[in-house]
């Protein structure tokens, strides 16, 4: 199971498929990405039009935009965004709460 180690006795095993009948699903792999979205400060929070961030609103992931690099950039990955900026996100939101601002 995920997140138990290789010895654990609630391992499942793993064997080859051996008998048909067989199926197959015809699948085209990419990656779809616009590289835009949301524009967000350091602290994940969202910035408003009038340039200042919007209180209490954050944002993670591939919603947000401005983190590849502008226009030298490139992909760093949905997963890099989602997590790194939640987590950016998370400390933010704990900090404002710590210190009752928004």
Known sequence: MFGES?????RVSVAPV???PYYAVPLA?????TMGGIEIDAQARVIGR???PIPGLFAAGSCTGGVE??????YI???????GLGL????????MIKT???
């Open 88 to 95: 950016i996100a998370g400390h933010s939101i704990g900090a």
């Open 77 to 83: 990955g949905g997963y890099l965004k989602a997590v």
């Open 6 to 10: 290789r010895n654990a006795s609630k």
């Open 29 to 33: 792999v990419g990656i779809s990405y």
């Open 50 to 52: 009038n340039g200042e």
């Open 18 to 20: 051996a008998a048909p």
């Open 100 to 102: 009752g601002t928004t």
């Open 69 to 74: 690099g502008g226009p030298i950039g490139g």
